[in-house]
T-cell receptor, first 114, second 113 residues
Framework: GPKVLQIPSHQIIDMGQMVTLNCDPV?????FYWYKQILGQQMEFLVN????????KSKLFKDQFSVERPDGSYFTLKIQPTALEDSAVYFC????????????FGPGTRLLVL | GEQVEQRPPHLSVREGDSAVIICTYT??????FFWYKQEPGAGLQLLMK?????EINEGQGFTVLLNKKDKQLSLNLTAAHPGDSAVYFC????????????FGSGTRLLVSP
């Protein structure tokens, strides 16, 4: 089936530094998502992005978070500055249409903030 | 907002046995439901997408039941095999529309030979 790629698979950084997580979505998809999963907990929605804009975000999407997809390249999640509680697995997803369409997920980026 | 409770968190069965995972949701207007399978180091693989009008959905080796009266979605693996060992997540699109999908907390299934 359609594949979503995420780079890197693992990232370890010091608290206060900036980190950028990269997502290569399915090529013809138009809607992009980030989810956060803390170890042992359920996956939680962070943000949805379409046509260069954030369409919806949750309370977890703090001011230190930003997303963009410059010129159809990677869809990125940037955290600046990072905090200890940002340690989690971040999953990217993409879909052709909005909410009711199937979202295809990447394998996740494991972020550890020390 | 929508809340989704998934149980059990862990499930161990023998090869050939059935395995049932249940999700209970709160928003009666929820209209799309999903089951995903996650193997170690991999993304979520879609098993089935269910629309609210369809109560019984047959897949390959599994059945998905939607009970709207009780607001429950279940995944029943009819004759599990070791390759089914993974973490399974249900997901629901609430009736408020929008873009977000609400996930259950996951069930770690282990199928032993």
């Amino acid at each position: 089936g359609p594949k979503v790629l995420q780079i890197p698979s693992h990232q370890i950084i010091d608290m206060g530094q900036m980190v950028t997580l990269n997502c290569d979505p399915v090529s013809n998809h138009l809607y992009f998502y980030w989810y956060k999963q803390i170890l042992g907990q359920q996956m939680e929605f962070l943000v949805n992005f379409y046509n260069g804009k954030v369409m919806e975000k949750s309370k977890l999407f703090k001011d230190q978070f930003s997303v963009e997809r410059p010129d159809g390249s990677y869809f990125t999640l940037k955290i600046q500055p990072t905090a200890l509680e940002d340690s989690a697995v971040y999953f990217c997803a993409s879909s052709l249409d909005r909410g009711q369409d199937t979202q295809y997920f990447g394998p996740g980026t494991r972020l550890l903030v020390l | 907002g929508e809340q989704v409770e998934q149980r059990p968190p862990h499930l161990s069965v023998r090869e050939g046995d059935s395995a049932v995972i249940i999700c209970t949701y709160t928003d009666p207007n929820s209209y799309y439901f999903f089951w995903y399978k996650q193997e170690p180091g991999a993304g979520l693989q879609l098993l089935m997408k269910v629309f609210s009008s369809t109560e019984i959905n047959e897949g390959q080796g599994f059945t998905v039941l939607l009970n709207k009266k009780d607001k429950q979605l279940s995944l029943n693996l009819t004759a599990a095999h070791p390759g089914d060992s993974a973490v399974y997540f249900c997901a629901v699109i609430p009736g408020t529309g929008g873009y977000k999908v609400v996930f259950g907390s996951g069930t770690r299934l282990l199928v032993s030979p």
